[in-house]
């Protein structure tokens, strides 16, 4: 069946450093996915996103690569920033949205 | 603010009463989505609109739950003789018809049912 999940329900970070989050998909033929974050007390907010025909995407400060062979993805947030402090989400976009467990994001001033 | 918005932010019940939230999202989107989360978990997907129709359902969403969009615009969902189960967070979110992969959220209803 399609499942959505991360790898580690916490990640603790020093400011400055580089951030890793990974997500694992079962679904083979999923074609679309996105990263969210979400902070407390709000809804999710779109971080970034990538298509399958690609395997590497970037944004300000964010990167999300795709590698399709191992079903795998992971978002790296570029000299994390207490601001970044989050539960972060991965989810499948096939006419409606997946969301795996999510990781929370604490960074060390 | 022109996103979306809920209300209310949160909801303390008693279980077997029976609540309403409502959602207005921004205003020329067309679709609208409503999720459930619990502590720990991503957004669960419960059902969307096209405008005022109800286009799918998941199987999380019991008879006792109803959603409705009468005009196209604002929904409400509706819980009838809530039990400590249903206890999460209700988000909503939007988008336009041909961009579903752009759905913004809202900032979600907090329910307690104790």
């Known amino acids: 069946g399609e499942s959505v999940g991360l790898h580690l329900p916490t990640l603790s970070v020093q400011e400055g450093d580089n951030s890793i989050i990974n997500c694992a998909y079962s679904?083979?033929?999923?074609?679309?996915f996105i990263w969210y974050k979400q902070e407390s007390g709000k809804g999710p907010q779109f971080i970034i996103d990538?298509?399958?025909?690609?395997d590497k995407r970037q944004g300000q400060r964010v990167t999300v690569l795709l590698n399709k062979t191992v079903k795998h993805l992971s978002l790296q947030i570029a000299a994390t920033q207490p601001g970044d402090s989050a539960v972060y989400f991965c989810?499948?976009?096939?006419?409606?949205?997946?969301f795996g467990q999510g990781t929370e994001l604490s960074v060390k001033p | 603010d022109t996103g979306v918005s809920q209300d209310p932010r949160h909801k303390i019940t008693k279980r077997g009463q029976n609540v309403t939230f409502r959602c207005d999202p921004i205003?020329?989107?067309?679709?609208l989505y409503w999720y459930r989360q619990t502590l720990g978990q991503g957004p669960e997907f419960l059902t969307y609109?096209?405008?005022?129709?109800?286009?799918?359902k998941s199987r999380l969403l019991s008879d006792r739950f109803s959603a409705e969009r009468p005009k196209g615009s604002f929904s409400t969902l509706e819980i009838q003789r809530t039990e400590q189960g249903d206890s999460a967070m209700y988000l909503c979110?939007?988008?336009?018809?041909?961009?579903?992969?752009?759905?913004?959220f809202g900032p979600g209803t907090r329910l307690t049912v104790t």
């Open positions: 979110a939007s988008s336009l018809w041909d961009r579903a992969d752009e759905q913004y």
């Open positions: 679904n083979s033929a999923s074609d679309y």
């Open positions: 990538i298509r399958s025909n690609m």
């Open positions: 989810a499948e976009q096939g006419g409606k949205l997946i």
């Open positions: 205003s020329e989107h067309n679709r």
């Open positions: 609109f096209q405008n005022e129709a109800q286009l799918e």
